[in-house]
């Protein structure tokens, strides 16, 4: 009964560290990001990788990343527009 409660609790935090984790990793490369806009570096390819990783967890950043892949396609058909 006692090994059934600690394997739960065990479980569930695990399940919430593992949240946690990807949190701080996914705000950790969205600041980083946000900086690579102004200083030297490739901003496009890692705010979107940090909105895919908060995603997971926030309905925010996957409206955002939605945004996001919707400008590259369009981007991207306007480039290659054949007349």
């Known amino acids: 009964m006692a090994g059934s409660a600690l394997n739960r609790f065990a479980v569930q935090t695990l399940s919430q560290a593992k949240r946690l984790i990807k949190i ?3 705000f950790t490369l969205l600041i980083i ?3 690579l806009i102004v200083l030297p570096g490739p901003a496009t390819v890692v ?3 940090a909105l895919a990783i908060l995603a ?3 309905v925010w950043a996957r409206k955002l990343l939605k945004k996001f892949d919707a400008g ?3 981007g991207l058909r306007y480039i290659f527009k054949r007349k």
Do not use: H, Q, R, S
């Open 56 to 58: 997971t967890e926030f």
């Open 24 to 26: 701080v990793l996914g």
């Open 72 to 74: 590259v396609k369009n």
């Open 33 to 35: 990001g946000i900086l």
């Open 47 to 49: 705010i979107p990788a």
